[in-house]
């Protein structure tokens, strides 16, 4: 049995770097980083086909 590769896409977009430390540092908080953090969101949001979670980060990171 052999298995095929999945195709990877990469994807790049630009965000103000104010949001992207922010991000990263909910993301950290949830030991992961932004990349990883990104993929999550897209897979999610795939599966469900909706936005429909929340992350909460009360520590003070925001």
């Known amino acids: 049995m052999t298995m095929e590769k ?3 896409s990469q ?4 965000m103000p770097e104010k ?7 909910i993301f950290k908080y949830y030991g ?6 990104i993929l999550f ?3 999610r ?6 936005y429909s979670f ?3 980060a009360s520590d ?3």
Do not use: C, M, P
């Open 19 to 25: 949001d992207k430390k922010e991000v990263t540092a």
């Open 6 to 8: 999945e195709k990877i």
């Open 54 to 56: 929340n992350f909460k």
């Open 32 to 37: 992961l980083d932004l990349s990883t953090g």
């Open 11 to 14: 994807v790049n977009f630009k």
């Open 45 to 50: 949001s795939s599966a469900y086909k909706e």
């Open 41 to 43: 969101v897209f897979e």
């Open 60 to 62: 003070g990171i925001r």
